[in-house]
């Protein structure tokens, strides 16, 4: 009897510890209105790829986010795709559009990987904000009639049509805003006068300037706009370049001058003497950036990251003595630098397989880099050492399978580094 159990010996399996496996296919996308509410349907995602709803249960389907985040839930009884939380495209996505979340569907067995791009539409839900309630213009009595002065834009936060469209301002005896377009596709106003002013006659004018978005309804923002009316400053500072445009490594050291902005003005004394400052008061600005008043210098104060923010729009202003005022722009591009290593992402293993099978798929893993261009590619190898290969997938996936059948009396347990 033992001679018989000998000649047919038991089944022994071989311990693996790695990562990888896998088969692709490209979706259409999905779109959402962000904050739709939870449980919210989207998809029949057993439909969308063919397949029967009691499959996805033996088939181990769950979605995969690439930040890990859990936006949706799958029901492996109806192959329904639901909102597990609302999205808010601002928080998402801020000022990019369109804004675009991707995951995959992953199925284990046998392994195949969907991919779907979820685009996240914008909805009315801001409002536009002045970065200041009280904006003060000092204006000659001589300025003559068509003369252009620049507003403070308002910010908002939506995108597209639901974003700023134009201004208007009232009362408008005096006055009239146009609306005009950046080379960025911002909306900025621009105050004309349209008649002579009199100091003597009306010293000071207080105007309510209006931002007004495009949604259905329209959001609005105000304003108030008051305009001092000064005694003859002929000259106004003015701009050596309307716009300055600088790269800057990332990890460039705090206190690093970045750029001079420089206006010269052709009045004498007071009336002469030009002080700059940023042209509205955004936050982000002014925590990351300095502006000299008196020499234009703008430095570094708080650290750069190119995966958060890759350019900056600054809109500088010069002011004479009398209240005079000219305007540039100044685009800072943030040049990537190596300081993000790979990440790799386990998306199915098997630690455990019989001797003596073929060759087999042990793991199915992604790699990612943050960083972009050179930076961002990566190579992905293991040691020489065992009867393992990679083989890669499709885009930034892997497979390690064995190279052919293993016998666990001469190695039971393999450990792989995958580099």
């Given at each position: 009897?033992?001679?018989?159990?000998?000649?047919f010996?038991?089944?022994?399996?071989?311990?693996?510890?790695?990562?990888?496996?896998?088969?692709?296919?490209?979706?259409?996308?999905?779109?959402?209105?962000?904050?739709?509410?939870?449980?919210?349907?989207?998809?029949?995602?057993?439909?969308?790829?063919?397949?029967?709803?009691?499959?996805?249960?033996?088939?181990?389907?769950?979605i995969?986010?690439?930040?890990?985040?859990?936006?949706?839930?799958?029901?492996?009884?109806?192959?329904?795709?639901?909102?597990?939380?609302?999205?808010?495209?601002?928080?998402?996505?801020?000022?990019?559009?369109?804004?675009?979340?991707?995951?995959?569907?992953?199925?284990?067995e046998?392994?195949?990987?969907?991919?779907?791009?979820?685009?996240?539409?914008?909805?009315?839900?801001?409002?536009?904000?002045?970065?200041?309630?009280?904006?003060?213009?000092?204006?000659?009595?001589?300025?003559?009639p068509g003369?252009v002065?620049?507003?403070?834009?308002?910010?908002?936060?939506?995108?597209?049509?639901?974003?700023?469209?134009?201004?208007?301002i009232?009362?408008?005896?005096?006055?009239?805003?146009?609306?005009?377009?950046?080379?960025?596709?911002?909306?900025?106003?621009?105050?004309?006068?349209?008649?002579?002013?009199d100091?003597?006659?009306?010293?000071?004018?207080?105007?309510t300037?209006?931002a007004?978005?495009?949604?259905?309804?329209?959001?609005?923002?105000?304003?108030?706009?008051?305009?001092?009316?000064?005694?003859?400053?002929?000259?106004?500072?003015?701009?050596?370049?309307?716009?300055?445009?600088?790269?800057?490594?990332?990890?460039?050291?705090?206190?690093s001058?970045?750029?001079?902005?420089?206006?010269?003005?052709?009045?004498?004394?007071?009336?002469?003497?030009v002080?700059?400052?940023?042209?509205?008061?955004?936050?982000?600005?002014s925590?990351?950036f300095a502006?000299?008043?008196?020499?234009?210098?703008?430095?570094?104060?708080?650290?750069?990251?190119?995966?958060?923010?890759?350019?900056?729009?600054?809109?500088?202003k010069?002011?004479?003595g009398?209240?005079?005022?000219?305007?540039?722009?100044?685009?800072?591009?943030?040049?990537?630098?190596?300081?993000?290593?790979?990440?790799?992402?386990?998306?199915?293993?098997i630690?455990?397989?019989?001797?003596?099978?073929?060759?087999?798929?042990?793991?199915?893993?992604?790699?990612?880099?943050?960083?972009?261009?050179?930076?961002?590619?990566?190579?992905?190898?293991?040691?020489?050492?065992?009867?393992?290969?990679?083989?890669?997938?499709v885009?930034?996936?892997?497979?390690?399978?064995?190279?052919?059948?293993?016998?666990?009396?001469?190695?039971?347990e393999?450990?792989?580094?995958?580099?």
């Amino acid at each position: 009897m033992e001679a018989e159990k000998e000649r047919f010996p038991r089944l022994r399996q071989v311990l693996l510890f790695v990562l990888l496996a896998h088969t692709w296919a490209e979706q259409e996308d999905y779109r959402i209105a962000e904050e739709t509410e939870s449980g919210s349907f989207v998809a029949n995602l057993a439909k969308d790829i063919g397949l029967a709803v009691k499959e996805l249960s033996w088939r181990r389907a769950r979605i995969i986010f690439t930040n890990d985040k859990k936006y949706f839930q799958l029901n492996l009884q109806t192959g329904d795709l639901r909102v597990n939380e609302k999205l808010d495209r601002e928080e998402l996505c801020g000022p990019t559009e369109p804004c675009v979340l991707q995951f995959q569907v992953l199925l284990e067995e046998p392994l195949e990987v969907y991919r779907y791009k979820l685009l996240v539409t914008d909805i009315n839900d801001n409002s536009p904000v002045f970065p200041e309630a009280e904006m003060i213009l000092k204006i000659m009595e001589n300025t003559l009639p068509g003369t252009v002065f620049p507003l403070k834009n308002a910010q908002d936060l939506d995108v597209g049509i639901n974003n700023i469209q134009n201004y208007t301002i009232y009362p408008n005896s005096h006055f009239h805003v146009l609306t005009r377009n950046s080379g960025e596709g911002r909306k900025y106003p621009e105050l004309v006068l349209d008649k002579a002013l009199d100091r003597e006659e009306q010293p000071e004018l207080r105007l309510t300037l209006l931002a007004v978005d495009g949604g259905v309804p329209p959001k609005t923002g105000t304003a108030l706009v008051l305009i001092d009316i000064l005694d003859i400053n002929d000259n106004a500072p003015e701009f050596v370049q309307p716009l300055y445009r600088v790269q800057i490594l990332e990890n460039s050291p705090l206190g690093s001058l970045i750029v001079t902005v420089s206006a010269r003005d052709l009045d004498t004394g007071t009336n002469g003497q030009v002080f700059y400052s940023f042209f509205y008061g955004d936050e982000e600005i002014s925590r990351t950036f300095a502006l000299n008043e008196l020499t234009g210098e703008i430095k570094i104060i708080r650290e750069l990251d190119f995966e958060k923010i890759i350019s900056y729009e600054l809109d500088i202003k010069a002011s004479d003595g009398a209240g005079l005022s000219g305007k540039c722009t100044v685009i800072i591009e943030v040049v990537d630098i190596n300081d993000n290593t790979p990440e790799l992402t386990v998306a199915s293993l098997i630690s455990a397989i019989p001797e003596n099978s073929p060759e087999t798929t042990i793991a199915l893993f992604s790699i990612q880099d943050r960083d972009s261009g050179d930076n961002g590619e990566v190579v992905c190898s293991i040691q020489d050492d065992v009867p393992f290969t990679l083989k890669p997938s499709v885009e930034n996936f892997y497979k390690l399978v064995t190279e052919g059948e293993l016998d666990r009396e001469s190695q039971a347990e393999y450990n792989i580094t995958i580099t």
